[in-house]
Structures are given as C-alpha cells and as structure tokens.
C-alpha cells in the first residue's frame, strides 16, 4: 500500500507543530482561532473523509460509504471498540480519544468533525471553530484512522513527532496493548 496518507498526514502534524512557536499548546489556548487552524483543520478533515472512506473499503469492501455515517457504521461493525482508540500526546501528557462519540448510545459524529463543516460550509458565522482544539481532535482522529489502514503493513515511517509512536500495536499504548477492535 502506498505511504502518500502517512506522509500527508506528517505533513498536517508539521504545520500544527509550527503553530506551537505562537501558540503554547495548553487548554487556555483550546478556543484560540486563526487562519492557520482552519487552513490545517480543513485539510485534515478532508483527509479523514478520504482515509475513512479507504478503511472502509479495505476491511469492508462493498458496504456503503459516502458520509461520515456511513463510515461510523461500517467501522464500528468491523472493529468493536474502535471509539475507544486514545492517541497519547506525552509531552504534554495528555491522551486523546477522536471518536469516543461513536461509542455513545446514541452515537454522533465527534465535535470536531463538526466543528470542520463549520468552518467548511459557513466560515463567516463559524470561524472560531478553527480552533487549536478541533484541530488536534482532527489530526488525531486522522492519525487514529491511518493506524488501521496500515495496520497490517510494516511500520511507515518517518515516526510522527507530536504523537507517541511505535506503529503500530505500540503506537496508541503504554504496553503494547493492541488497536481496539482487533
């Protein structure tokens, strides 16, 4: 399988990387909006569209996909505890969990993914929602999707720089704890 989704999203990982010599990553600054928050969250959130739409068709060719609902019921029917997923931020020791709103009873798309149409479809009125939060969530749900994309590949590299690694059973653990659902 081709590398071109990982490097793209070490790409978007370097812009939001660069984003911290301005901005310290901190929850004060979770709501603090710029152009380059909604450059990279909207570049993420079309990438998720692209990677989850790929997840769904290499682990569950011939099912519908064409929206985020789609994709949230192909991928949880496949992989059980998938909104469970936490990617670990350990410099700032912090674990994040993108699709944990996929879990709930009533499941719903995550804040973030919101957040993206927003800004997406109506930027005058919805601007703020390119924030540093919803962009990390996004990257991270990326970085959660492109670990079970290339879950049975060795492991791509270059490592992310944001986001603890050791691709891919170790990627999301302390201990090796596999990718849930798998």
């Not at 290499?58 to 609902?69: D, L, R, V």
């Not at 994309?149 to 999301?172: A, M």
Request: hydrophobic share 35%.
């Amino acid at each position: 399988m081709s590398l071109n989704r990982w490097y793209y999203f070490l790409s978007l990982e370097q812009d939001f990387l660069r984003t911290i010599d301005y901005v310290e990553f901190d929850n004060q600054n979770a709501n603090t909006f710029s152009n380059e928050y909604g450059k990279i969250l909207l570049l993420t959130g079309s990438e998720v569209d692209v990677v989850a739409k790929l997840v769904c068709g290499k682990f569950a060719s011939g099912q519908k996909a064409e929206n985020i609902e789609d994709y949230r019921k192909v991928i949880t029917s496949t992989f059980k505890d998938f909104h469970t997923i936490s990617l670990d931020i350990s410099r700032y020791n912090l674990s994040i969990q993108p699709w944990m709103s996929w879990g709930s009873v009533t499941p719903t798309s995550p804040n973030w993914w919101g957040a993206y149409n927003n800004v997406k479809h109506n930027r005058e009125s919805k601007f703020s929602e390119a924030n540093q939060a919803h962009t990390v969530h996004a990257l991270c749900g990326l970085f959660g999707l492109l670990l079970y994309l290339f879950k049975d590949e060795k492991h791509p590299q270059p490592y992310p720089k944001f986001f603890d690694h050791g691709f891919p059973e170790y990627i999301v653990t302390r201990g090796g704890r596999k990718l849930p659902g798998t």
